[in-house]
């Protein structure tokens, strides 16, 4: 995951003095899971009224006024504020939660009983096929996270050459020293920001056979620019997969106003919630050849599965989060990330995975 988005939740500076006690009480651990649940799925029930769920006209109104948002901004926003977030815990924190290979975005339960390494792989294997990935292509990993995707595709395929992009210094040395223990000398990693990153050295021909994105372009803008980018990067015959978190009709920004949105103040400021449909209207460079939908049960699934090894981990992690947030907060930021999985989980798993959920596209250029 680059990052998640949940609709609007309460902020620790309350707007109300009834609504400032409520989330203090979560941030303190001192509400049950199944309460907590409950008051998310009112918050958002109430963003799906908001957005006009059930009023044609003014669902037509917000996205529009969105495409003309987005068409005027830069190709993204708080890079720097969504790198923090996500990203400023240390690896082990990520190591000792997250599946085996440290993918941080939805994995793919196909059986509903696979284990949380066995859904990575699967996701993984999904990938492939979807993006037409092959042994011997040149393949950018763009927005790369801890390295998952890269790592598997530069072992999977030996005679590839696979170039990674993180917005994380700490990331890049984590998976260089990840590709070296594994003897992996065909993987690049390369730090920079999307907004005004340029590849000083390119592959021989100057251009990617395959361009891959897992749950970057929720950080972003401006799609039409940032394709736009990614398509002068793409050889004539390329293709570009993107993975993305979406709701099925609606898209709205993410932003922090007057501190009364929670998850954009701690976990995704700068974000975008896309519709499936929202990347349809930024085809100029690329268009999509093909789409695909997988049902929010499978994200709900393995934010299931990282709060449950978060748990499982607590006594062995609040050194860490001492050492990260100060003896006094430790606590507060360990039940703030319970919070943040419960609601990836509760949100994807809304109306049984079939108001969010995750899109699949691939690109070709025009």
């Known amino acids: 995951m680059t990052a998640l988005s949940t609709p609007t939740m309460p902020a620790t500076e309350p707007v109300s003095p009834r609504g400032g006690w409520l989330i203090q009480c979560c941030e303190r651990g001192w509400l049950p899971d199944g309460l907590v649940r409950a008051g998310m799925r009112s918050l958002m029930r109430q963003r799906l009224r908001d957005e006009g769920i059930d009023n044609g006209e003014l669902r037509s109104e917000r996205f529009n006024a969105l495409l003309d948002d987005l068409r005027a901004s830069p190709i993204a926003i708080e890079t720097d504020t969504a790198n923090t ?18 993918k941080y975005s939805c994995a793919l339960y196909p059986t509903g009983t696979e284990t949380l390494a066995q859904a990575e792989e699967v996701m993984f294997a999904c990938y492939a096929e979807r993006a037409g990935l092959a042994d011997g292509q040149c393949i ?14 530069a072992k999977r395929y030996p005679n590839a050459r696979i170039v990674a992009l993180s917005n994380s210094q700490g990331q890049r040395r984590w998976i260089e020293a990840r590709a070296a223990e594994r003897g992996l000398t065909n993987l690049s990693v390369h730090t920079g920001n999307i907004v005004d990153f340029e ?10 056979d395959r361009v891959v994105s897992i749950e970057m372009f929720e950080h972003m803008k401006n799609y039409g620019l940032l394709l736009a980018k990614i398509a002068r990067w793409m050889r004539p015959d390329a293709a570009l997969f993107v ?3 979406a709701h099925r009709t609606l898209a709205y920004h993410f932003q922090v106003q007057d501190g009364t949105d ?24 690329l268009q999509v050849t093909q789409q695909w939908w997988v049902s929010g049960a499978h994200y709900a699934r393995t934010a299931d599965h990282w709060l449950a090894n978060l748990d499982a981990a607590r006594s062995r992690l609040m050194p860490v989060f001492v050492q990260t947030y100060g003896a006094r907060e430790a606590t507060v930021w360990f039940q703030r990330w319970r919070m943040f999985y419960l609601a990836v989980s509760t949100l994807f798993g809304y109306a049984n995975g079939n108001e969010w959920g995750v899109a699949h596209y691939r690109f070709v250029k025009r």
């Open 243 to 245: 993975h993305i978190f």
């Open 262 to 285: 929670w998850m954009s103040k701690y976990f995704f400021t700068g974000g975008t919630m896309p519709s499936e449909a929202l990347l349809l209207h930024f085809q100029d460079d």
């Open 85 to 102: 977030q996500h990203y400023e815990l240390p690896p082990a924190f990520f190591e000792a939660h997250l599946g085996p290979q440290l």
């Open 199 to 208: 590849f000083a050295e390119m592959p021989e021909d100057g251009r990617f």
């Open 140 to 153: 950018l990993d763009l927005g790369c996270g801890w390295g998952s995707l890269s790592l598997w595709m």
